[in-house]
């Protein structure tokens, strides 16, 4: 039987099975390829899918390609291609707040009674006593101001009281026991021992206590700057804390005596509106914020009076923040002078921190107590405290002192030699509470015994 043989290649190969394999590896291809097509087209469905899940809303095509810049993750790019970075939004600048406690007290009128409750009997004089009840508060505060009213002359005269004073120079040393930073000196009594009491304090304070600001004084054979606290006597102080500066000015406008009137102010700082206006000017262009202590008004009266009311307005143009009076001897009312666009808190009077004076109102003095902070909104008054306090008056060794009102008993006043008050045998504890409620007026808080706001 003749049977047909397959056709061979030269090297002997079945051409008939090579067809076959052909035909084989081309289905398989086929089959690969759709598989692959298959995946592909599966993955576009699950990106898209996930891309728009949990939404049936149509959207432009804006829309979705902010989605996809804000949200997806950025693709791999091929070599060559540019990277696109995301656009980088500016960090919020975030400043950290420097808080200043600020605390002042009223005067340090020290006369012959007071000077006597120092008087060791050796010799020697020591005034810790004066501020014994006070010393946390001064220790609370970044920074603590006093007025002290009357010179310190020291020993090279006779120590002496009202009308020309001259007080032991120990009453410093008690004053940097205590804490305090600064001592105001632009007062009525600067010139009692005249240029010379000037020189004999600020030599005292320059050698014993350089770490002193005395403000508003200055030496009367220099060129105007003090050499105590760096400040000529009508400009500023600068306290700074961690960037934030605040200056603090001293202005009298009551002079007892002129020795010399047309050196006068380049030794105390008078109120004069030409100079101040200046010194505010230069305060605000370095300064995160201006306190101004002002020895003013009428004594023994408890509202402003006198030029006070001409001097708030001045201040007030000049941009001050805070204004702090002193010298009618009792308190007067907190006010928040507001126009709308900024405020300035003025505390018209402090009265009396220690003196002998006789009746019961010139034993009232007020302490205040400011928080100021600085931030990225700016400077400020963050909260005021106007707390009265109450001068003990017993006039044995080391008997005076003054305690704040929140502090004093009925105890305590019995025991104090306030002359009679209304035809009464002496003031207490009531009528010291009823006397502030009075003279400070709405704001006065009966609970904590004291005035206190926010600006």
């Given amino acids: 039987m003749d ?14 099975r090579r067809r076959v394999r052909r035909a084989r590896r081309a289905f398989f291809t086929l089959v690969l390829a759709v598989l692959v097509a298959v995946g592909v087209l599966a993955s576009t469905l699950v990106q898209y899918a996930s891309q728009h899940a949990g939404g049936h809303e149509k959207v432009s095509q804006q829309a979705q390609e902010l989605v996809v810049n804000d949200t997806a993750a950025p693709a791999e790019k091929t070599e060559g291609e540019a990277e696109e970075k995301p656009e980088q939004k500016e960090p919020s600048q975030t400043v950290e707040p420097v808080h200043v406690k600020l605390m002042m007290i009223g005067d340090v009128l020290m006369h012959q009674s007071v000077i006597d409750t120092g008087d060791n009997g050796d010799g020697t004089y020591s005034y810790d006593h004066l501020f014994s009840q006070i010393g946390d508060d001064i220790a609370e505060a970044d920074v603590a101001v006093l007025n002290q009213e009357t010179i310190l002359g020291g020993s090279s005269w006779a120590y002496s ?223 005021y405290e106007f707390i009265p306090t109450v001068t003990q008056r017993v006039l044995d060794w080391h008997g005076i002192c003054a305690y704040k009102l929140s502090d004093y008993t009925d105890d305590l006043a019995a025991s104090s030699s306030v002359s009679a008050v209304d035809g009464g045998n002496g003031a207490t504890r009531q009528w010291y509470v009823d006397y502030c409620a009075n003279v400070l007026g709405e704001g006065f808080d009966t609970e904590t015994l004291s005035v206190h706001g926010e600006l």
């Fill in 161 to 383: 009281g009202y009308p020309s004073f001259n007080s032991p120079q120990e009453v410093g040393d008690a004053e940097v026991a205590a804490g305090f930073d600064a001592v105001l000196k632009a007062t009525n009594h600067t010139f009692d021992f005249g240029y010379d009491g000037v020189r004999a304090e600020l030599a005292y304070w320059a050698s014993k206590h350089p770490e002193m600001a005395v403000i508003g004084m200055a030496d009367p054979d220099g060129d105007g700057i003090a050499p105590v606290g760096g400040t000529s006597p009508a400009g500023p102080w600068y306290y700074e804390k961690d960037g934030f500066t605040i200056a603090m000015l001293n202005y009298t406008d009551i002079l007892n005596g002129s020795v010399e009137p047309s050196t006068d102010g380049r030794v105390v700082s008078i109120a004069d509106e030409q100079a101040m206006r200046a010194d505010l000017k230069a305060a605000r262009e370095k300064a995160d914020l201006v306190v101004v202590f002002m020895h003013w008004g009428e004594e023994y009266e408890n509202e402003p009076a006198g030029d006070e009311r001409m001097w708030e307005g001045i201040l007030f143009d000049c941009g001050v923040d805070v204004v702090i009076g002193g010298h009618p001897h009792v308190i007067q009312p907190v006010e928040v002078i507001d126009d709308g666009k900024r405020k300035m808190l003025v505390c018209w009077s402090v009265g009396n921190f220690v003196s002998t004076q006789l009746g019961a109102a010139n034993m009232v003095g007020g302490m205040v107590k400011l928080s100021l902070v600085k931030d990225g909104d700016g400077a400020r008054v963050e909260s």
């Fill in 3 to 16: 049977t047909k043989q397959p056709k061979l290649d030269r090297e002997g190969t079945d051409f008939s």
